[in-house]
């Protein structure tokens, strides 16, 4: 039988079982079937009805409620308020950037409960830094004390052990620290003459660099307490912010004076190389409980000695003057210059003058009316007159002391009979 082959290469013809493509219905069709589909079970008027709801809604709600609405939600989630790049809003109440479009004061809207902060105050286990830290904890701030304990006390603090909102960290600001903070309180620095003059550059220089460095890496803002001794021993009276002082650089106090002068400089160039927001205080005379007992300050030396009936001790002739605020009056100056706009610096003390020898009178008339004053030889560079001008701080903080020495000395008093004497209430009525 023979075979045939057959070559089909060339063959024209499709096999039937081959894949041929739907022609391409023209968008006409398309149309009309899209259109068949709203009007059928009447599904265009259920489109129509829910744009008219959703219109007359957006009508009827003020454009108020909304905005208000969408700040709430920003300011109750905002991690950070302080971080937002626009320095036109309210710091002490803060919100995120998306707030802050919609609501660009910056402020909580009422009604709303402001967002509690993260601080950290160095030197908190001090004087002054443990009222602060009273302050900030009553007011619901989470707040960070880091103290080396050179000059501070636990028990400045001891009240707060336990709340979840306080933390403690035995730490010396001249080496470096991390925390994730909102606000950066820098207080930590012996402000006696009896601690100062131990390692003052160290903690003026070293510390602020610290801190500044920490306030730039999270964003903090940033106060530094400086102090009127940048005045030296002025030639200007009152002092404004805007005199440059007269220090002498190489004398006894010019460790404590010339660091906190260096302090502001390293502060000001942050503020203005780095972008970080700063403030400045420059402190008075400041006296309170808490105050350490033998710390060689003239108000702490005059109630210490009256307590314990020793001769009270004036250097001098008895006639330079300081001016004396109550700690809780620079707590709430402190307050009031981080939380707002102005860099400053500005002086916080009480402007009511009293020469060393009317303070020892009105220690007498408090304590003990019977206690002798004897003179000494003045120490090196005491400044002759020491008077703040709180102008500026009027003006811009809406802040002036309002406590006067009589009645804030007996307050002190209270604290150090207890310190000094403990529970022996016979021994006091000797």
Same mark, same amino acid.
């Given at each position: ?34 259109? /068949? ?76 409960? /402001? ?156 503020? /203005? ?102 003179? /000494? ?54």
């Amino acid at each position: 039988m023979g075979t045939e082959m057959i070559y089909r290469g060339h063959d024209s013809q499709t096999p039937s079982h081959a894949y041929t493509p739907k022609p391409p219905k023209p968008w006409l069709s398309s149309v009309s079937r899209a259109a /068949r589909y709203l009007v059928r079970e009447q599904r265009l008027i259920f489109v129509l009805v829910g744009i008219a709801v959703a219109s007359l809604l957006f009508i009827i709600v003020p454009k108020t409620t909304a905005t208000s609405y969408i700040s709430t939600i920003h300011t109750a989630t905002a991690e950070d308020p302080y971080r937002i790049p626009s320095r036109t809003l309210q710091p002490y109440h803060g919100s995120s950037f998306g707030s802050a479009i919609m609501n660009p004061t910056g402020k909580i809207p009422l009604g709303l409960k /402001r967002k509690g902060l993260r601080i950290v105050v160095t030197g908190g286990a001090g004087f002054v830094g443990s009222h602060l830290v009273d302050r900030l904890i009553a007011r619901g701030d989470s707040v960070i004390v880091v103290d080396n304990f050179f000059t501070g006390r636990k028990e400045n603090l001891i009240h707060h052990f336990g709340n979840p909102r306080f933390e403690l960290i035995r730490h010396d600001v001249v080496e470096p620290i991390l925390l994730e903070v909102d606000q950066i309180y820098h207080l930590a620095c012996p402000a006696s003459p009896v601690h100062y003059k131990f390692n003052p550059h160290k903690t003026n220089v070293v510390g602020t660099l610290n801190m500044l460095g920490l306030a730039k890496r999270v964003g903090a803002r940033f106060l530094l307490t400086s102090t009127s001794e940048v005045y030296g021993d002025p030639l200007q009276h009152p002092q404004v912010e805007t005199y440059w002082g007269n220090v002498n650089p190489i004398g006894v106090r010019s460790c404590y004076d010339e660091g906190k002068r260096t302090a502001e400089t390293l502060t000001m160039d942050y503020h /203005r190389g780095a972008n970080v927001e700063v403030r400045i205080a420059r402190i008075f005379n400041t006296y309170g409980p808490r105050m350490c007992i033998d710390d060689g300050r003239v108000v702490s030396n005059f109630v210490a000695q009256a307590l314990r009936k020793e001769p009270l001790t004036v250097y001098g002739d008895g006639k330079q003057t300081r001016s004396f605020q109550y700690v809780s009056d620079l707590v709430e100056g402190l307050i009031r210059l981080m939380e707002g706009e102005h860099v400053g610096p500005f002086n916080l003390g009480n402007p009511g003058e009293f020469t060393m020898l009317e303070l020892a009178h009105v220690v007498q008339e408090t304590i003990e009316p019977n206690a002798r004053i004897v003179f /000494r030889a003045n120490t090196q560079d005491d400044p002759h007159k020491r008077k703040p001008d709180i102008s500026k701080a009027k003006e811009l903080l809406g802040w002036e002391p309002t406590i006067p020495l009589r009645k804030g000395l007996p307050l002190m008093v209270s604290d150090f009979r207890t310190r000094i004497f403990g529970d022996h209430k016979g021994r006091l009525r000797g």
